[in-house]
């Protein structure tokens, strides 16, 4: 299957900005449908951000209006940027299609996002 490396994160401050890539293998147009997920500590992994392959997305009310995820269909990479971001941001944050995602299987490494003062 396709692999997705995620790179991009980091230790922030709360209110800053960051961007999140996502690289995969081969076309996302023919997976479809992508999407951002995280993990905080202590919690289960939740959807962040889904971006269809025509670019229709939807994102879990507590990022809307503070990140935005997208897609490029040629370089075959999916980002996530995120601004004003607070510290109950901080998760691993993981790239996958949305179809596994929704079968919460075959999860990557992640990227790790740290929001602390």
């Known amino acids: 299957q396709v692999q997705l490396v995620e790179s991009g994160g980091g230790l922030v401050t709360p209110g800053t900005s960051l961007t999140l890539s996502c690289a995969a293998s081969?076309?996302?147009?023919?997976?479809?449908?992508m999407g951002w997920y995280r993990q905080a500590p202590g919690k289960q992994r939740e959807a962040v951000a889904t971006?269809?392959?025509?670019?229709?997305?939807n994102y879990v009310d507590s990022v809307k209006g503070r990140f935005t995820i997208s897609r490029d269909n040629v370089k075959n990479t999916v980002s996530l940027q995120m601004h004003n971001l607070k510290p109950e941001d901080t998760a691993v944050y993981y790239c996958?299609?949305?179809?596994?995602?929704?079968?919460?299987?075959?999860w990557g490494q992640g990227t790790q996002v740290t929001v602390s003062s």
């Open positions: 996958n299609t949305a179809a596994l995602g929704l079968m919460n299987k075959y």
């Open positions: 081969r076309s996302i147009y023919d997976i479809g449908a």
């Open positions: 971006i269809a392959r025509g670019g229709n997305t």
